[in-house]
């Protein structure tokens, strides 16, 4: 197998008379980009592909999607930061359906539309020996989280999923958690900064309860209340996978603080707990 690489370099790493502005690392990029897509078309063996921050132009990007509907031997995929408008996505869709074999796939930051999203997502559902999926910062909203909650269900394969910064809020912290009770491979899910408040946290809970896959569980920087985030700890009694925790910048209060301890000195599993920047005095 072999896999491509194609990093953005960095300002400032040379003394500044010799070090160029990130415009020109783009343009030097850019100019390298017919050579990269030669060696896509040429290269049978190609299994990774790494276009992280790379600059890479709208033109450009049509045409990658087009040479990747071709290649269907990637099992890793990273376009992350990387702007991708709804005509981009809508070639890139039928791509991701050919690689049968995608185990990773990272779409962060990509300033999706919701439309776009949709579309991302929905060609994942045949992707079915996914096991990261990193879509962090899409702005996928509820309508976005029903369908990975298909993904959930159905890539049986799935460990690793990132939705934080999605605006998912209650209606979309559901959907995840419906995936969830079926789910039996998740080990880590972060769905920071959603707008999450009690009724979503009180899903989550209701699908921890006979969870035992999960090792990490990132729920910081939403609007959790005290009765929903002990519903979580009472969900976890005799939970033995769980080992990471983090709830900072919720809505915590200190009535909950006693009951919290308790949790945490009768379960032995959970060594990282994060409650800070809540409402504790």
């Given amino acids: 197998s072999c896999c491509f690489f194609f990093f953005q370099a960095e300002d400032g790493i040379r003394d500044q008379p010799r070090s160029r502005r990130l415009g020109d690392v783009y343009k030097r990029q850019e100019k390298l980009i017919p050579a990269v897509f030669t060696f896509l078309q040429l290269n049978t063996s ?29 099992t890793l995929l990273n376009m992350n930061t990387i702007p991708l408008p709804s005509e981009v996505v809508n070639i890139f869709a039928p791509a991701l359906e050919a690689s049968t074999h995608l185990s990773c796939v990272f779409f962060e930051g990509c300033s999706l539309s919701r439309d776009g999203a949709m579309t991302l997502l929905r060609s994942l559902l045949k992707c079915k020996h996914l096991e990261k999926l990193n879509i962090t910062d899409n702005n996928i909203g509820a309508q976005g989280a029903s369908i990975v909650k298909e ?98 910048n919720n809505s915590l209060t200190d009535d909950c603080v006693d009951q919290i301890i308790s949790f945490l000195i009768a379960n032995k599993a959970i060594v990282v707990v994060n409650l800070d920047a809540n409402k504790f005095t």
């Fill in 46 to 74: 190609v299994t990774q592909l790494n276009m992280n921050n790379s600059g890479i132009s709208l033109g450009s990007l049509v045409i990658l999607a087009r040479i990747l509907l071709k290649k269907k031997s990637l």
């Fill in 151 to 248: 993904l959930i269900i159905k890539c049986e394969e799935l460990k690793f999923l990132s939705l934080s910064y999605n605006e998912i809020g209650d209606e979309g912290a559901t959907y995840i958690a419906e995936g969830m009770t079926v789910n039996k491979t998740l080990t880590h899910l972060f769905i920071e900064m959603n707008k999450i408040g009690c009724i979503g946290g009180a899903a989550i809970a209701a699908s921890l309860v006979h969870n035992t896959s999960l090792i990490q569980l990132c729920l910081g920087c939403n609007t959790l209340c005290n009765d929903s985030v002990l519903t979580i700890f009472k969900s976890l009694e005799g939970n033995t996978t769980l080992t990471q925790i983090d709830l900072e």
